[in-house]
């Protein structure tokens, strides 16, 4: 049951929820950068794993190796891609969102951002990324969504991230009580001030691309179809390419593992688990 709270009471939370996140920020020890710049840098070909184009409307998955990349990059024009993932040793452990925006108090997710799983490691990285226009509030869609959001249009032609994920984690041996909330790559989704969902178009980018450097060995998951609240009243979602690229050793001094307190203790969980 829903209990309704005063704007007083509101406000004291609030208040509460800031004090917090001001203490959580004073241990940031640098900045975050903006946006990566467009066009996306070419691929040295011999860094090249593995390509794949998915259709609009298709899923794919696959396993990646720690600290190799993975470059989801809109080649065909604009596409929502929806993606979860899971630990390839211990598939229990998995995608975890809410730990993510909320260990590093926010859900502006962008270059030098990380992305941790439901035990506190580090599942991927955000080492480039020219859109920063993610959703991890939302999810992705569903066969219900799509029937009434596409009325008199081909049902069978219109598939959706609910039902790919399912068919995805069967291939994978895993069950629907497996699937974590799924990230959303290249949703312009803002809350406003009421506290409503908002679609911001002008936050994306022709070409628009985003690197995730994964943390661990993985399997992952995407899901190429349109976001629920993108309000195109046609099913069109165009294709898009991922990269898998070989994996590189970061610096010392590498952004995603420095820039805040919260993924340098998630980083210390990954090592720990590597004992």
């Known amino acids: 049951m829903h209990i309704r709270r005063s704007a007083e009471e509101i406000a004291a939370n609030r208040a509460r929820y800031e004090e917090h996140k001001k203490k959580g920020l004073e241990f940031a020890p640098k900045s975050l950068p903006g946006k990566s710049a467009l066009p996306a ?54 995608l975890n969102l809410p730990d993510t925006a909320k260990l590093q108090w926010t859900t502006g997710l962008g270059k030098g951002r990380v992305i941790f799983s439901d035990m506190g490691k580090v599942m991927f990285s955000i080492t480039e990324d020219s859109s920063g226009a993610h959703d991890c509030l939302m999810g992705g869609s569903t066969a219900a969504a799509n029937a009434r959001k596409y009325q008199g249009s081909n049902s069978a032609a219109i598939r959706n991230s609910r039902d790919n994920f399912v068919l995805m984690a069967t291939k994978a041996g895993l069950s629907k009580q497996d699937i974590p909330a799924a990230l959303s790559l290249f949703a312009p989704v803002r809350v406003d001030a009421e506290g409503r969902f908002q679609w911001k178009p002008e936050l994306l980018n022709e070409g628009d691309y985003v690197d995730l450097r994964a943390e661990m060995d993985m399997i992952v998951g995407f899901s190429n179809c349109p976001h629920p609240l993108d309000p195109n009243p046609s099913y069109a979602p165009n294709p898009v ?19 805040t307190a919260e993924a340098v203790r998630g980083f210390e969980n990954n090592a720990l688990a590597a004992l």
Do not use: M
């Open 41 to 94: 840098p070419d691929l040295d070909e011999k860094t090249v794993v593995h390509q794949e184009v998915i259709p609009g409307g298709w899923y794919w998955s696959t396993r990646v190796k720690a600290l190799e990349t993975l470059r989801i990059h809109l080649t065909h024009g604009f596409s929502t891609v929806s993606l979860i993932a899971w630990n390839a040793s211990d598939p229990v452990e998995r």
């Open 241 to 259: 390419t991922i990269t898998r690229l070989q994996a590189r050793e970061p610096a010392a001094d590498d952004l995603c593992r420095t820039a």
